[in-house]
């Protein structure tokens, strides 16, 4: 049984950055992608970030293009989302998940509730202002 598990979440005031880490035990992510997720209170789940592990395409949303970098470690076989200028509005629960990279990036994440197999437990960023 995948399990993934988010990490790297915490409290930081508006401007500073966090570096979100995204790991599974035992499982190769070479044929996947890795997608970044947040949901904030009394709102829908937004997928925020992609990445294809063997080719390294990227995907972001447009709320975190040119503030938040998804990255991926193969030596340490773990995924990356450093989260930089954050705002309080990105307060939120942020999940990882994986999915097989057989399409864009953009329609495995408009799609993610069919595309993505693996879900990880979520981590809370707050963001003061």
């Known amino acids: 049984d995948v399990q993934l598990q988010a990490s790297g979440g915490g409290s930081v005031q508006a401007g500073g950055s966090l570096r979100l880490s995204c790991t599974s035990s035992?499982?190769?992510?070479?044929?996947?992608?890795i997608g970044w997720f947040r949901q904030a209170p009394g709102k829908e789940r937004e997928g925020i970030a992609c990445?294809?592990?063997?080719?390294?395409?990227?995907y972001y949303a447009d709320s975190v293009k040119g503030r938040f970098t998804i990255s991926f470690d193969h030596a340490k076989n773990t995924g990356y989302l450093q989260m930089n200028s954050l705002k309080a509005e990105d307060t939120a629960v942020y999940y990882c998940?994986?999915?097989?990279?057989?399409?864009?990036?953009?329609?495995?994440?408009?799609?993610?509730?069919?595309?993505?197999?693996?879900w990880g437990r979520g981590t809370l960023v707050t963001v003061s202002s």
């Open positions: 998940a994986a999915g097989a990279h057989t399409m864009d990036l953009g329609t495995l994440m408009q799609y993610s509730t069919f595309g993505m197999s693996y």
């Open positions: 035992g499982f190769n992510f070479d044929d996947y992608a």
């Open positions: 990445i294809g592990v063997r080719d390294g395409s990227t």
